[in-house]
């Protein structure tokens, strides 16, 4: 079946510096969304990537989506200790109707 | 809107009892489905549902019922706990297909000792 990889599995990081995790599926997506999920929150979506090479900015978020369609990344610059939080990325698979999750990056921001 | 509501929010269960996790929607999505979250396994999908009367089971099935009788609600209902499936489960809608944005409820940390 499909799979999603997300690198790394956990991140730590001084505050202001910059962040990047990476997520790769076993199959082609018609979609990639990214979410965040607070310590002991639940999932909230962020962002959907529907094009080839397509590449969104949400203030110091940028999302990419591969030209393949294969993979994806999340970007923060300067992080803050409000970024700190477990993301994930999830995509259906070329003509599935289920959204397979990566198993998600754990943020830390040392302040 | 209250979104998708799930409720209890924590549960202790001794192993053999059975119970049932509430998740109801007022966004008149058709889509819902059911996850179980562990630590380093992310989010894993137990049972599905693409509209009323019809539901499907996901990549961790065993062990759980569910059913669809009205497009707000869709229990879940563990037969028999037992400890392994000590997690925190999230409801899940989406207003088209399954392949969709998810809209998650708060979470229900269940316990089974």
């Known amino acids: 079946g499909q799979q999603v990889m997300q690198i790394p599995q956990y991140q730590h990081v001084q505050e202001g510096e910059d962040f990047t995790t990476y997520c790769n599926s076993s199959?082609?997506?018609?979609?990639i969304q990214w979410y965040k999920q607070r310590p002991g929150g639940h999932p909230v979506f962020l962002i959907q990537l529907v094009k080839s090479g397509e590449v969104k900015k949400q203030k110091r978020l940028t999302f990419q989506f591969g030209e393949a369609k294969k993979n994806s990344s999340l970007h923060i610059t300067a992080t803050q200790t409000t970024d700190v939080g477990t993301y994930f990325c999830?995509?259906?698979?070329?003509?599935?109707?289920?959204?397979?999750f990566g198993k998600g990056t754990k943020l830390s921001v040392i302040p | 809107n209250a979104g998708v509501t799930q409720t209890p929010k924590f549960q202790v269960l001794k192993t053999g009892q059975s119970m049932t996790l509430q998740c109801a929607q007022d966004?008149?999505?058709?889509?819902m489905s059911w996850y179980r979250q562990d630590p380093g396994m992310g989010l894993r999908l137990i049972h599905y549902s693409v509209g009323a009367g019809i539901t499907d089971q996901g990549e961790v099935p065993n062990g759980y019922n569910v059913s669809r009788s009205t497009t707000e609600d869709f229990p879940l209902r563990l037969l028999s706990a037992a400890p392994s499936q000590t997690s925190v489960y999230f409801c899940?809608?989406?207003?088209?297909?399954?392949?969709?944005?998810?809209?998650f409820g708060a979470g229900t940390r269940l316990s089974v000792l």
């Open positions: 899940a809608s989406t207003p088209n297909r399954g392949g969709d944005i998810q809209y």
């Open positions: 966004m008149n999505h058709e889509y």
């Open positions: 199959t082609t997506l018609s979609n």
């Open positions: 999830a995509g259906p698979g070329a003509g599935s109707y289920q959204l397979t």
